[in-house]
């Protein structure tokens, strides 16, 4: 059950950047509300392949 869980986290849970898990405000940490455990990536070639084409890059959050 974890290995799937992980191997496809519920959409909610992925982002298409990585953020800080929290944030620095007037001398104290607060949780930054952006902040996923998971984090969809695009190779490099892929995403210059894409760009080249005049294609937008969209990012595959499902797992």
């Known amino acids: 059950a974890y290995f799937d869980f992980v191997h496809s986290p519920h959409r909610a849970w992925v982002a ?5 898990r929290f944030k620095l405000i007037d001398g104290q940490m607060h949780k930054n509300s952006n902040w996923r455990p998971f984090v969809a990536k695009i190779a490099k070639e892929d995403r210059a392949e894409a ?3 005049g294609l937008s890059v969209k990012i595959d959050t499902t797992g």
Not at 16 to 20: I, P
């Open 16 to 20: 298409s950047a990585v953020t800080d």
């Open 51 to 53: 760009m080249a084409a």
